[in-house]
């Protein structure tokens, strides 16, 4: 079992930049790729960023983040960031750390999942 917690969300005004985190509950953190998804309300669950596992030389974005969203990963802290610069109000969902310990190539299959953190950008 792999227990993903996010945190980091908030309320930030349009333009603004927050920093999501999700640490993992596993020693084989490095060994698995990481994303984040989002999901606002009345919509269907999205794509944000993705990253490889080892050193995450490999990164994937959605069209709608890729200028604006940065995906790392701290192995030591078996934790993975989201840096969200430039945040505009269609950016408010709540937020969802993956992970795939399938070890799939991309695109990755995630078979955990994180809670979520709610992230609201007001104008």
């Known amino acids: 079992q792999v227990q993903l917690v996010e945190s980091g969300g908030g309320l930030v005004q349009a333009g603004g930049s927050l920093r999501l985190s999700c640490a993992a509950s596993?020693?084989?953190?490095?060994?698995?790729?990481m994303g984040w998804f989002r999901q606002a309300p009345g919509k269907e669950r999205e794509f944000v960023a993705a990253?490889?596992?080892?050193?995450?030389?490999?990164?994937y974005y959605a069209d709608s983040t890729k200028d604006r969203f940065t995906i790392s990963r701290d192995n030591a802290k078996n934790t993975v960031y989201l840096q969200m610069n430039s945040l505009k109000p269609e950016d408010t969902a709540v937020y969802y750390c993956?992970?795939?310990?399938?070890?799939?190539?991309?695109?990755?299959?995630?078979?955990?999942w994180g809670q979520g953190t709610q992230v609201t950008v007001f104008s």
């Open positions: 993956n992970a795939d310990t399938i070890r799939s190539n991309w695109p990755f299959r995630y078979d955990y």
């Open positions: 596993t020693r084989a953190f490095s060994s698995y790729a």
């Open positions: 990253i490889s596992w080892k050193s995450g030389a490999n990164t």
